[in-house]
T-cell receptor, first 118, second 114 residues
Framework: GAVVSQHPSWVICKSGTSVKIECRSLDFQATTMFWYRQFPKQSLMLMAT?????????EQGVEKDKFLINHASLTLSTLTVTSAHPEDSSFYIC??????????????FGPGTRLTVL | AQSVTQLDSQVPVFEEAPVELRCNYSSSVSVYLFWYVQYPNQGLQLLLK??????LVKGINGFEAEFNKSQTSFHLRKPSVHISDTAEYFC????????????FGAGTTVTVRA
């Protein structure tokens, strides 16, 4: 149990276009999901916390108008990179926390999405 | 706020040799501690976690870690590594609150050679 998927696994787009990345919890409900980005050979940096039915909470320095997050259901959160530029190229990873039955803060991670902006 | 320091950026090790990856943290409140492994172009997989109780935690794939509160450390160990243990390892900490946020260390690259 506790499987998280991401789609697509990789995407290449032209500069100026928008890209949507989906994060799904396949076998559990997740009130809270997180979005991270990871540059090559670096650690994960938290971008935002996605809460079902409410606005996402963005970390300092993350442009909320550029990285749109929607958490419309208990199993799906989406990250849309708007007007993408080459500097947005990165590995984006989501994670999810079970809605119920946990007190240990464990996050379950998706396999990641490689975004390349040309 | 909390922070995590992984003291070794790269650890080369021979197959069947032991390995230790060092992790120190700082926090003004009690924390949960985690070790994750990341294989190339993949997400993170949980190796083990410390929540409370016994300070020696056993995880998957033969890994274990020891929580030392006085030294604010959570070092990861494996007595005998395999080639398949070649990966990136991340130590992470989460405050015992409801925000669930994880702070990650910079990562340690383990390269196992035959």
């Amino acid at each position: 149990g506790a499987v998280v998927s991401q789609h697509p696994s990789w995407v290449i787009c032209k500069s100026g276009t928008s890209v949507k990345i989906e994060c799904r919890s396949l076998d559990f409900q997740a009130t809270t999901m997180f979005w991270y980005r990871q540059f090559p050979k670096q650690s994960l940096m938290l971008m935002a916390t996605s809460n079902e039915g409410s606005k996402a909470t963005y970390e300092q320095g993350v442009e909320k108008d550029k990285f749109l997050i929607n958490h419309a259901s208990l199993t799906l959160s989406t990250l849309t990179v708007t007007s993408a530029h080459p500097e947005d190229s990165s590995f984006y990873i989501c994670s999810a926390i079970r809605t119920s039955g946990t007190t240990d803060n464990e996050q379950f991670f998706g396999p990641g999405t490689r975004l390349t902006v040309l | 706020a909390q922070s995590v320091t992984q003291l070794d950026s790269q650890v080369p090790v021979f197959e069947e040799a032991p390995v230790e990856l060092r992790c120190n943290y700082s926090s003004s409140v009690s924390v949960y501690l985690f070790w994750y492994v990341q294989y190339p172009n993949q997400g993170l997989q949980l190796l083990l976690k410390y929540l409370s109780g016994s300070t020696l935690v056993k995880g998957i794939n033969g890994f274990e870690a020891e929580f030392n509160k006085s030294q604010t450390s959570f070092h990861l160990r494996k007595p005998s590594v395999h080639i398949s243990d070649t990966a990136e390892y991340f130590c992470a900490v989460s405050q015992r609150s409801n925000d669930y946020k994880l702070s990650f260390g910079a990562g340690t690259t383990v390269t196992v050679r035959a």
